[in-house]
């Protein structure tokens, strides 16, 4: 009974934590939908970091969501996911929005590097004439990119499931638990792969544009000139700093993960899984407070919540 109410506690737990972070998460990303959309329908133009902020937007809100349903059924309805393909679908979907999630982070950072950072490279000065096209093209790619990481998982997932369905014999359990290893690890191996890529691409961007912007100030420095573009680039610096903390913390998580997650019921890894799902909140507010369209719209939001608030 103490092993039971021990595992009750940690579910109701788990239960309230994710729920709070997946609706914050999801009321964020909402947020930076219905902006940028009013935006859209109001000038009939999007820019380039508009149609990043949109797309991110709309992969973190569905992949909160999923989320969110696929530990609730786990914790309230745990046999449904014996039922063939409802887990191989679940960690698919999680699969691709995670990745799209990744990705298309990365593809911010590489953006901003190529839009901010000032280098007399002919093929870096190319890439800034270049990038607006660019940016649906790398939107793709990601999309692409995690589509196929969707389908490989989906592929591993419900073959490890057919084996384990299979395997009725106990003479069968060494060979299974063998493939059962060797499933995981292909899991882990594609998994790995693209957080490990999506991670280095996010810090040479910012170690390239924290470079350009250090060089530039201290230029601006040496000729004793005031450039009004200063504050713009101080303030894309700490974004980009910030950026890369937080991306960091959520690497070692999506790393620690892969470590943990063959052990069931552990406060590590529980831990591990807070940190990562605050990662879509944390970030995305940091969006909004460094684009000053947004952060303007939010606060405005806020104060008119607080002005009905008080007058009931």
């Known amino acids: 009974s103490q092993h039971k109410f021990n595992a009750t506690s940690y579910d109701t737990m788990a239960m309230i934590i994710i729920t709070l972070q997946a609706f914050a998460g999801m009321w964020i990303n909402a947020f930076i939908v219905c902006v940028l959309c009013i935006t859209w329908v109001?000038?009939?133009?999007?820019?380039s970091t508009e149609k990043i902020l949109l797309f991110l937007g709309c992969s973190r809100f569905w992949y909160l969501c999923?989320?969110?349903?696929?530990t609730i059924f786990s914790i309230i309805y745990p046999w449904c996911f014996y039922v063939r393909p409802i887990p191989q679908i679940f960690v698919a979907i999680q699969s691709?929005?995670?990745?799209?999630?990744?990705?298309?982070?990365?593809?911010?950072?590489v953006f901003y590097c190529i839009k901010i950072a000032n280098f007399r490279h002919n093929f870096f000065i190319?890439?800034?004439?270049?990038?607006?096209?660019?940016?649906?093209?790398?939107l793709l790619a990601s999309v692409l990119l995690s589509l196929i990481i969707c389908i490989l998982v989906f592929d591993i997932t419900n073959e490890l499931h057919s084996n384990i369905l299979n395997s009725t014999?106990?003479?069968?359990?060494?060979?299974?638990?063998?493939?059962?290893?060797?499933?995981?690890?292909?899991?882990?191996?594609?998994?790995?792969f693209g957080f490990t890529m999506a991670f280095l691409t996010v810090i040479?961007?910012?170690?390239?544009?924290?470079?350009?912007?250090?060089?530039?100030?201290?230029?601006?420095?040496?000729?004793?000139?005031?450039?009004?573009?200063?504050?713009?680039?101080?303030?894309?610096?700490?974004?980009?700093?910030?950026?890369?903390?937080?991306?960091?913390?959520?690497?070692?998580?999506?790393?620690?993960?892969?470590?943990?997650?063959?052990?069931?019921?552990?406060?590590?890894?529980?831990?591990?899984?807070?940190?990562q799902y605050a990662f879509p909140v944390v970030h995305s507010l940091a969006l909004i407070f460094s684009n000053p369209k947004l952060e303007?719209?939010?606060?405005?939001?806020?104060?008119c919540v607080k002005c009905k608030v008080c007058m009931r």
């Open 204 to 275: 040479c961007s910012a170690l390239l544009l924290l470079f350009s912007l250090w060089r530039h100030k201290r230029k601006m420095q040496t000729n004793s000139a005031k450039n009004l573009s200063m504050d713009a680039h101080m303030k894309a610096m700490k974004s980009i700093l910030s950026f890369s903390f937080i991306y960091s913390i959520n690497f070692m998580c999506l790393v620690l993960i892969l470590i943990y997650s063959t052990k069931k019921e552990n406060p590590v890894l529980f831990l591990i899984l807070v940190f």
């Open 66 to 70: 999923i989320t969110w349903v696929y």
């Open 169 to 192: 014999t106990p003479g069968d359990f060494w060979k299974l638990s063998v493939k059962m290893d060797d499933h995981f690890f292909a899991i882990f191996f594609i998994s790995g």
């Open 96 to 109: 691709f929005l995670n990745c799209s999630n990744l990705w298309v982070s990365a593809c911010l950072c």
């Open 42 to 47: 109001k000038k009939k133009s999007f820019n």
């Open 296 to 303: 303007k719209t939010l606060l405005r939001t806020l104060s």
């Open 126 to 138: 190319y890439l800034k004439v270049r990038i607006d096209r660019m940016v649906p093209w790398l």
